[in-house]
């Protein structure tokens, strides 16, 4: 044990988010210990995203505030990975030299030799791969949750969106062998995990690399067939990749979730054109129509680009036509903003800010209204929430838990007040209660308050939890054994064992 403490800043999307994990699991692994939140750590690593101008900007901001604190701080170091590494490399030495590592998005499994390398020589390593080296499934994980889990099928993606940098710094698309994706999913289970999401840019491409378009439909079965695994999602799929064989997998595996994140970007056939998505707005409510009909209660959710290079009145109306059509249960919504390196970059008929902006109003006004038309509709209803730790901003003034319906809608509900200790809900646990009241961007369920529904169902999560959130050391990550890319042995292909992008949602800074 070295003793030194680690703290990773994560910046982007879920992809990040499940890296970070790796990188937490591997400075454990090397004897770090985590930071505690009000101390300064020995080393900071910034897993950074760069799928937006302001990601640099941000970069650097947060590497001049460091700067500060290093040189208050003896034998602290920095590290930067991500996708701007990748992208920036020495040139973060260059303009940031109090930097001591920076890897790439192919090479996570290198950060604690680089560090030791940093220190050793005092001086700063600069380490990018141009391929992946280690699937990141493979490597010692940290996990932020007991009772819920990202599982990456692939990394990478082959198409080309316009707007998007991820496939010059993630590379083209690669895929895990469906076994190795079900030994960690039946790994994680046996830990006490409830709940994994599937992950991967393209996420419904899967199978792409070994050549079975109807792998994706086959995972979701083999992973809802996990004995003790209640809730399976995935993310972030592609339209264009959207079979039916996936609605039907969907609709039969009572394990997988009502529940269906699917970017859009625009409703416009000529900005899906200029954009390069490969599908256009009757492919896109096709889809809807087909997930709503074999399963009626699902909630589908998108990412929606506003102000795209070229878009014109009449575009734009044509995306809130397809917000009007979808009656999406939210929506991510973003102001096209250029990133550098990217086609659309370079584009003429770049629009005006201020026109970006007014239709940015118009377009997250209309998507909350029927946000909230739509989760009015579940008053009166009960809901299965699986308990989570954090969703609840308020929790502790109005005296309610948080989690997640089976749609994925977030739910504040009320416990009884006279609750016994051994009743009260834990985080993995699932409850089930009666919506009492809705909101745009969530519901209320007091039931427990009016004489309604109140069911309690304590779970091997929620005993994960109890374990683990106690004195129990973090336990070392799941080791599965040595995942390999490319084209799995015939056995796999063919049914065996085996038998998502746009990952352009940004979540809040998380520090770990
Ligand atoms: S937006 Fe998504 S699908 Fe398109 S290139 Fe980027 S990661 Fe791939």
Not at 12 to 27: I, P
Not at 207 to 236: C, H, N, P, Q, Y
């Amino acid at each position: 044990m070295n003793e030194r403490t680690y703290q990773v800043r994560t910046y982007g999307c879920q992809m990040n988010v499940h890296d970070s994990e790796r990188l937490a699991g591997l400075l454990e692994d090397a004897g770090y210990q985590q930071a505690s939140a009000d101390s300064t750590a020995d080393v900071v690593v910034l897993n950074t995203c760069a799928v937006r101008e302001n990601a640099d900007n941000k970069l650097y901001g947060n590497l001049g505030h460091l700067a500060s604190v290093k040189a208050k701080t003896p034998g602290m170091q920095i590290a930067v990975g991500g996708c701007l590494a990748q992208k920036d490399r020495s040139e973060i030495v260059r303009r940031a030299p109090w930097v001591d590592v920076v890897f790439g998005t192919h090479n996570v499994a290198s950060l604690p030799v680089l560090l030791e390398r940093a220190r050793v020589e005092q001086e700063a390593q600069v380490e990018i791969a141009e391929a992946l080296e280690v699937f990141p499934s493979n490597l010692p994980s940290k996990r932020e949750s007991p009772y819920a889990a990202w599982v990456a099928v692939s990394v990478g993606c082959n198409n080309t969106c316009t707007f998007c940098i991820v496939p010059a710094l993630r590379g083209r698309e690669r895929d895990r062998r469906p076994g190795d994706v079900l030994a960690e999913v039946e790994a994680l289970v046996a830990e006490g995990v409830v709940e994994v999401t599937l992950l991967g840019q393209n996420v419904n491409a899967y199978g792409v690399e070994f050549g079975d378009r109807f792998a994706f439909g086959k995972l979701l079965r083999a992973v809802g067939a996990v004995d003790g695994l209640e809730r399976v999602r995935f993310t972030s799929p592609h339209p264009r990749d959207f079979t039916d064989d996936v609605i039907a997998a969907m609709a039969e595996t009572q394990a997988v979730m009502p529940q269906l994140h699917m970017p859009l970007q625009s409703g416009s056939d000529r900005v899906l054109r200029a954009m390069r998505r490969s599908y256009r707005q009757e492919r896109y409510l096709g889809i809807v129509e087909k997930v709503r009909a074999a399963l009626p209660e699902a909630a589908i959710t998108t990412d929606i680009i506003v102000g795209f290079p070229g878009e014109t009145e009449a575009d734009f109306e044509q995306t809130l036509h397809v917000v009007r059509e979808a009656r999406f249960a939210s929506a991510f919504t973003f102001q096209y903003s250029k990133r550098p390196g990217t086609p659309a970059a370079d584009m003429d008929d770049q629009v005006p800010p201020e026109v970006v902006k007014e239709r940015y109003q118009r377009l997250t006004a209309l998507v909350e209204d029927i946000a909230w038309q739509e989760n009015q509709r579940l008053v009166g209803h009960d809901v299965e929430v699986l308990v989570a730790e954090g969703e609840g901003r308020k929790d502790g003034q109005t005296r309610r838990w948080s989690g997640r319906a089976r749609d994925n809608r977030l739910v504040h509900f009320a416990v009884p007040d006279d609750t016994a200790e051994a009743q009260v809900p834990r985080p993995g646990d699932m409850v089930t209660v009666g919506v009492t009241y809705a909101a745009p961007h969530h519901l209320v369920a007091d039931s427990a308050r009016q004489g309604g529904t109140f069911e309690v169902r304590r779970t091997r999560a929620g005993d994960a939890y109890e374990r683990l959130s106690g004195t129990a050391p973090s336990t070392p990550g799941v080791l599965i054994g040595m995942p390999t890319v490319g084209v799995p042995p015939a056995s796999e292909g063919s049914g065996g064992a085996g038998v998502s992008c746009a990952v352009s949602t940004e979540v809040a800074p998380v520090h770990r």
